[in-house]
């Protein structure tokens, strides 16, 4: 089953839900109305127990080149200046809660540049996967704004606060190499691997045990913020619900018998 409403193109096959900003002529930018149907896309996923999996990608080469500024055009817009923290509580805020807090895996698929918000989109993602040519980037300076859609806390917990510092001040941007040896990223694959590479993650994430996925999405999120004698209650929490379900019991089974385990 397939769909596509503005630049956003909606696609479910099986127990996938492939998301794709879809608008390559602007590459990808995105758009107010772009990012309301995005939420719309999650909040069904998250609701939809058939759904297993999201991926979140762009079509014709490229993820996104971040928010379209034309929408932002001084001399068109009534209403400047804009109030942009308003315009971040209600547009990307809620997406980037969506990506990190959905108890389903979420993986990202970087095929070229991710921009600004963009990049903060795909690096709230639970997996990202990156072609070699896509590309990292932080340009809100070169704009005269700061940094925002939680890009500045991510990036100070992967790169750490001097480089984090340095590549927002200064416009930077990383290769998926770059991103991939610092561990922003999951993984950097040759181009034409990336369709492959991204199949057979997917498939491997549709096939775990749900639960288990879902508690270790809960407890790293717990981790990145939590004391350690709190992180270890909210773990042990977390394993037990797991070991509760009927997975690890067919996944002991399995072990013990020497066979695959039939995850429900």
Known sequence: MSSSASSLAVERIGGILRLTFNHPSRRNALTRDMLVRLREALETAERDEAVRAVVLTGAGGFFSAGQDLSERDPRTVDNWPLDLERIQAELYHPVIRLLRTMPKPVVAVVPG??????????????????????????????????????????????????????????????????????????????????????????????????????????????AEGDAFDAYLLHEAAQQ?????????????????????????
Not at 115 to 138: C, E, M, Y
Not at 154 to 174: E, I, K, N
Not at 249 to 262: C, E, S, T, W
Request: with cysteine.
């Open 113 to 222: 540049i991710a921009a600004g918000a963009a990049a903060a989109l795909a690096l709230a993602t639970d997996i990202v996967l990156a072609g070699q040519s896509a590309r990292f980037a932080f340009p809100f300076v070169n704009v005269g704004l700061s940094v925002d859609a939680g890009l500045g806390w991510v990036l100070t917990r992967s790169l750490g606060p001097a480089r984090t510092r340095a590549l927002l001040m200064t416009g930077g941007a990383l290769s998926a190499e770059e991103a991939a040896a610092a561990g922003m990223i999951w993984r950097c694959v040759p181009d034409a691997a990336l369709a492959s590479t991204e199949q057979d993650l997917v498939q491997s994430l549709i096939s775990a045990p749900q639960q288990a996925l879902r508690s270790i999405k809960s407890a790293i999120a717990r």
């Open 240 to 264: 037990g619900m797991a070991g509760k379900a009927p997975d690890y019991a067919d996944g002991v089974l399995a072990f013990l018998q020497r066979r695959k385990p039939n995850f429900a």
